[in-house]
């Protein structure tokens, strides 16, 4: 047998001196491991046989055979080669690397580079410095294994050093079966964004037939991107869309969407089945669109702030029949209410808003100026006619807050709003409007015992320079006003007691548990009254909104409030991981919330009006809230209000949320409204509503799912929604299937995962 040989490269390899130094003394010197080793002291090269092992620190270099140039610092190497460098690992049948830079080429190589987690294998790879490779006949995914779920070929690519793949007449293969080719394509390595098609929508359904959502990507610059969607629809022809988005800083962002179709069904074509029957409104327009957007973002200071939102729809029908899938409303709905905390009216409102917003605050006071113009779906596409549009626009509105500040040094406090607002529409009167409501109050305790008392009044006055389809009486008046006074007070008083229910000491027994030490219960019982004049003839003004038709007030509010907070105290390892001296840690959550409130109406006491067909009813009904969350995982919560005349329950609503990581979620919500028919209220028929969720993760890396809504009064389901995710390593596959009154509709959904 061959004595094994061991030889330090230190003299007769000269490595360790001649390689630039790098991190830790041991990462300085190559060692060589090898069955065989044979050098000649006026040879240009050492050679290696059986075992070849080069390590220096982690690195390390394998082969059958070995050979290394001691002028070049070059070395050879053949027969299963292998390699791990910073983390990227290389097998090759035979491979040549410059160790001090450790650049080189592999024949038959199999790559695997850490970050951005990608596998490729080539006839041929070049490595240039740092983590970049150039590569002929390839293939590259981020699955292991020899038969990868997913992967791209390419007869040429460049891996560069942020991990960026760029590919040349390349093949997307499904299980080594190619499904799609591209002559060049890119894909984004780490967390660099980059130019390039997204991943397909892929669905099918009654209403639309087979469709298909490509998205392609375009990065404009750092803060600035924009994707065109090209949606096929097999029944309603193409869809296109735009979406722009832009960061420039931290106080400013923007998103614009827009979507565009020629629909080749007008409503009148489409199966009765598939008709929207409901508005009792018809949609004659081929022409269709949706353009929606929102803006955060400041005039020339940071304080002075622009918020902008854009709603504009083509007809009544849109965004119910355009819901899901990328271009979809619930996609923007989201996402808006993700990016911005704001969302969008709901699909099925006649009415879409655009609002223009800008505000500034100061020390005491804050100013806003807006401008609102609603469209009304109702009011085109052959329904009815613009010109009988009776919808009001606010252009503009300025509001000024004054608020709650001392009086003169005194005691006292005051605080104000005021609002200045133009009402322009197509049909009906236009006006101006000024509205000031100023209020003091005087803060008092005693005792534990809070009481508030406040006075003020709201002083309303209207310009009106056109009347059309108003009360006769508005015609003597173009500038009518208004005097409500009002006053209020409130009295509240908050107990508190605290229970002890068990000392806990760091006992290193005890490491991992935890235990409920403290329990506080407060309790506050509050009452408040309210009071507003009413107007002496409210015929006198046209109304434009709910401020102008405001009736008065003289109402008694008390409620019972009760929450329940606990202490925890968990046993954990001290500093370091030090079992042995453990320490604790504390927290408090309010786990439960009980509330009891009833109104008593004095005015509804003393009316006097249709006592015949609506007697009086002065007690409110009596809500009882609830709601429980011992743990982050659970969440209870239920409402229901009591009437004392009824004798029933008028309305309740109840939600229940169940999570947990490793396991899913589960959620159950039930509303309920009576029918009701009094002085105050009209309701012409009951509300009833179930919905469920459920996201449930199985064996296998597979996620079940499925939502339920049903309207329980009518006895019709909604819609009704399953979906099932499987997870792999490098990919996830979704299908998903909704039915709802209107469509039925199957999806499948394909994301790749790492890249």
Same mark, same amino acid.
């Given at each position: ?259 565009? !179709?020629? =629909?080749?069904?007008?409503?009148? /074509?489409?199966?009765?089945?598939? %008709?929207? @029957?409901? #508005?009792? $409104? ?54 808006? !209410?993700? =990016?911005?905390?704001?969302?969008? /009216?709901?699909?099925?409102?006649? %009415?879409? @808003?655009? #609002?223009? $917003? ?398």
């Amino acid at each position: 047998m061959a004595a094994r040989v061991f030889l330090l490269l230190f003299g007769l390899l000269l490595l360790g001196s001649s390689c630039p130094a790098q991190e830790g003394a041991s990462e300085r010197e190559w060692t060589l491991n090898a069955d065989r080793v044979v050098s000649q002291h006026d040879s240009e090269y050492v050679q290696a046989w059986g075992n070849v092992t080069l390590k220096s620190g982690k690195n390390y270099l394998k082969a059958d055979f070995a050979r290394y140039y001691q002028a070049t610092r070059w070395v050879y190497l053949k027969g299963n080669v292998q390699a791990l460098w910073e983390g990227d690992f290389f097998q090759a049948s035979e491979a040549e690397f410059d160790l001090t830079q450790m650049t080189g080429w592999m024949m038959n190589g199999k790559v695997f580079v850490a970050q951005p987690h990608i596998y490729f294998e080539s006839a041929l790879v070049k490595k240039f410095k740092g983590a970049s490779y150039s590569f002929k006949d390839a293939k590259l995914t981020a699955c292991s294994g020899d038969n990868p779920a997913w992967s791209f070929t390419a007869k040429e690519g460049h891996l560069t050093l942020d991990g960026n793949a760029r590919l040349w007449h390349t093949d997307f293969r499904i299980k080594d079966v190619p499904v799609a080719f591209a002559p060049y394509m890119t894909l984004p390595g780490k967390d660099n964004r980059q130019s390039g098609l997204l991943i397909p929508d892929l669905s099918s359904s009654k209403r639309f037939g087979a469709h298909a959502n490509l998205p392609y990507y375009q990065v404009l610059d750092e803060e600035r991107d924009l994707t065109l969607y090209e949606h096929y629809m097999e029944k309603r022809g193409f869809m296109h869309g735009l979406e722009y988005r832009e960061t420039p800083d931290v106080e400013t962002k923007a998103q614009l969407r827009a979507d565009y !179709l020629t =629909d080749s069904l007008t409503s009148a /074509q489409m199966p009765e089945n598939q %008709q929207f @029957t409901d #508005t009792g $409104l018809s949609r004659l327009n081929r022409q269709r669109y949706w353009l929606r957007g929102k803006y955060n973002g400041f005039v020339s200071d940071p304080s002075v702030k622009v918020k902008l939102d854009m709603d504009f729809v083509s007809d009544q029908d849109y965004l119910r029949e355009f819901k899901d899938g990328k271009s979809g409303y619930l996609q923007s709905k989201d996402g808006f !209410l993700r =990016d911005f905390g704001r969302g969008i /009216q709901e699909s099925d409102s006649l %009415q879409r @808003t655009s #609002t223009a $917003l800008v505000s500034r605050s100061f020390q005491n006071v804050g100013l806003s100026a807006r401008m609102d113009y609603t469209e009304d779906t109702t009011y085109r596409n052959g329904n009815h006619p613009a010109s009988d549009d009776p919808t009001v626009q606010r252009l503009p509105q300025v509001d000024f807050s004054f608020w709650k500040n001392p009086l003169l040094k005194t005691p006292v406090e005051w605080q104000a709003d005021t609002q200045v607002v133009r009402f322009q529409r197509e049909r009906g009167s236009m006006s101006s409007r000024l509205d000031a409501r100023p209020i003091f109050s005087l803060p008092l305790s005693a005792a534990g015992v809070s009481f508030i008392p406040s006075l003020g009044f709201r002083q309303t006055a209207w310009w009106v320079d056109k009347i059309q389809d108003e009360n006769p009486q508005v015609l003597n008046d173009r500038t009518p006003s208004r005097f409500l006074p009002e006053a209020g007070a409130t009295t509240f008083l908050e107990g508190f007691n605290v229970f002890n229910l068990k000392s806990v000491s760091p006992d290193p027994s005890l490491v991992g548990e935890s235990f409920w030490t403290k329990l506080k219960h407060t309790i506050q019982p509050r009452v408040n009254y309210e009071y507003r004049g009413s107007s002496v003839d409210d015929s006198r003004h046209p109304v434009f909104d709910a401020l102008d038709s405001l009736e008065g007030r003289n109402r008694v509010t008390y409620s019972l409030t009760n929450v329940l907070d606990r202490r925890r105290d968990s046993v954990v390892q001290g500093p370091g991981g030090n079992a042995s001296a453990p320490v604790l840690a504390t927290d408090y959550r309010d786990f439960a919330r009980v509330r009891l409130e009833q109104s008593y109406d004095i005015n509804e006491a003393n009316r006097m009006d249709l006592l015949d067909q609506y007697p009086r009813r002065p007690y409110g009904d009596a809500m009882f809230e609830v709601g429980i969350q011992p743990e982050k995982w659970v969440d209870l919560r239920s409402r229901a209000w009591y009437s004392p005349y009824r004798g029933a329950l008028t309305e309740h609503e109840h939600s229940v949320r169940l999570t947990k990581d490793d396991l899913g979620s589960f959620t159950v919500g039930y509303d309920f409204q009576r029918s009701i028919n009094e002085y105050s209220r009209r309701y012409p028929q009951n509300l009833e509503a179930l919905s469920l969720g459920a996201r449930l993760f199985l064996p296998g890396k597979f996620i079940l799912g499925g939502e339920f809504r049903k309207d329980l009064a009518n006895s019709r389901e909604l819609e009704k929604t399953a979906l099932l995710t499987w997870e792999h390593e490098c990919f996830s596959f979704t299908f998903v299937f909704t039915d709802s009154s209107t469509d039925k509709r199957y999806a499948v959904m394909f994301n790749i995962l790492n890249f």
